[in-house]
């Protein structure tokens, strides 16, 4: 891993970390996790396993440290390694096969269920949870799925342009 990359990847979940802390509450006081979009958008920008379960690490120290949910703090740091497992093994028979708007499509709503499901599993084995897990799957993690897709579109957009511009 070359120091642009690292210095862009730690740019990224950087501004991740900010979208996570300023963002809305949607239901039950949870919002959605905007580091995720960022460590997705790692992941289909690097391609080898190092960086992104590193990037995964750090989403998951930047997220428990901004998390809102009682407890949730292991709980998002498991979510993250096992989310940028998944993501990186859903990433590999696509990488040059799928257009890149498709791609951000799909790993962002897989993803994004996938580390839903993690840390509401995760939460509900070690502090409990506030209410049943499939209100909550269904309240916030679906729509979390739906705006982090709109969000990293938007955001994918931004950084393939930015890269371009600065190459």
């Known amino acids: 891993m070359n120091v642009k990359n690292l210095i862009l990847n730690s740019l990224f979940l950087a501004i991740g970390a900010v979208l996570h802390q300023i963002s809305p509450p949607i239901v039950l006081g949870m919002k959605p996790d905007f ?3 960022m ?6 920008l690097n391609k080898d396993y190092k960086t992104c379960i590193s990037a995964g690490i750090v989403a998951g120290i930047l997220s428990a440290a901004t998390t809102t949910f009682p407890g949730g703090q292991i709980a998002n740091f498991i979510d993250k390694i096992i989310t940028a497992n998944v993501i990186f093994l859903f990433l590999k028979p696509m990488r040059n096969n799928i257009n890149h708007q498709l791609k951000i ?5 897989v993803g994004t269920i996938v580390s839903g499901t993690v840390f509401l599993t995760a939460a509900s084995l070690m502090v409990g949870l506030p209410t049943k897990f499939t209100i ?11 705006i982090n897709t709109v969000a990293s579109l938007i955001l994918s957009n931004v950084v393939n342009t930015a890269l371009r511009r600065a190459v």
């Not at 460590?39 to 289909?44: Q, V």
């Not at 909550?136 to 739906?146: G, K, Q």
Request: avoid cysteine; proline fraction near 4%.
């Open 39 to 44: 460590l997705f958008i790692i992941m289909i």
């Open 105 to 109: 499509v799909l790993v962002t709503i």
């Open 136 to 146: 909550l799957f269904l309240s916030v993690v679906l729509p979390a799925s739906l």
């Open 35 to 37: 580091s995720l979009v």
